[in-house]
């Protein structure tokens, strides 16, 4: 268990629809990454908070936004979904100082398949 | 060209066999990950490196900055070893090394 909870663990929508995932880290961690793994593109980094604010930004859609709120927890927002978001997303915490420790704690992923 | 490439895309092997993936990429780094992947999609983190070489248990991760490549070692290989190993290069220093750019993964067979 790396203390990392995602939800829902799976999740069926239509296309068009909106879907709202959810991460809680490791208590303490102030860092939260989005990924999205999908067959064809493997895993990509979406986006990165730290403490509330956006740090990092990889290659999320404009139809996703993220946020990450005063008790840490983090939340990915998909819009206007299409049948390619169909995926695995995962996010992962780090501690502060986590460029001396090297590990990032993955949660178990939420699977979305849009039809 | 995928600035993370990792060989062989897949693997078999027999229980006890020595195990080596490879990972090479072509950018400027400032740290490579190793990742393991199990049948049930969960991600957990094997090694960060910067340079040199860390040991963790059965498993040994060397790292050649100057060649660019990094070597993931498993010795004395076990069925509970089947899994996807996916290599992963930091671009940032400090703050933000979870901006991950990923290779496709090495997909391991251990047969008992």
């Known amino acids: 268990d790396s203390g990392v909870t995602q939800t829902p663990k799976h999740l069926i929508t239509a296309t068009g629809q909106r879907v709202t995932l959810r991460c809680s880290p490791r208590s303490g961690d102030l860092s939260v990454y989005w990924y999205q793994q999908s067959l064809d593109q493997g895993l990509q980094f979406l986006i990165q908070?730290?403490?509330?604010?956006?740090?990092a930004k990889g290659n999320i859609l404009e139809r996703f936004s993220a946020q990450q709120f005063p008790d840490l927890h983090s939340e990915l927002n998909l819009s206007s979904l299409e049948l390619g978001d169909s995926a695995l997303y995962f996010c992962a915490s780090s501690p502060e100082g986590w460029a001396n420790t090297g590990e990032l704690f993955f949660g178990e992923g939420s699977r979305l398949t849009v039809l | 060209k995928n600035e993370v490439e990792q060989s062989p895309q897949n693997l078999t092997a027999q229980e006890g066999e020595f195990i080596t993936i490879n990972c090479s990429y072509s950018v400027g780094i400032s740290a490579l990950h190793w990742l393991q992947q199990h049948p049930g999609g969960g991600i957990v983190s094997l090694f960060m490196l910067s340079s040199g070489k860390k040991k963790h248990g059965r498993l040994i991760a060397t790292i050649n900055i100057q060649e660019k490549h990094s070597s993931l070692h498993i010795t004395a290989s076990h069925p509970r070893d089947s899994a996807v190993y996916i290599c992963?290069?930091?671009?940032?220093?400090?703050?933000?090394?979870?901006?991950?750019?990923f290779g496709k993964g090495t997909k391991l067979s251990v047969k008992p």
């Open positions: 992963a290069v930091s671009l940032n220093y400090g703050g933000s090394q979870g901006n991950l750019i």
């Open positions: 908070y730290y403490n509330g604010e956006e740090r």
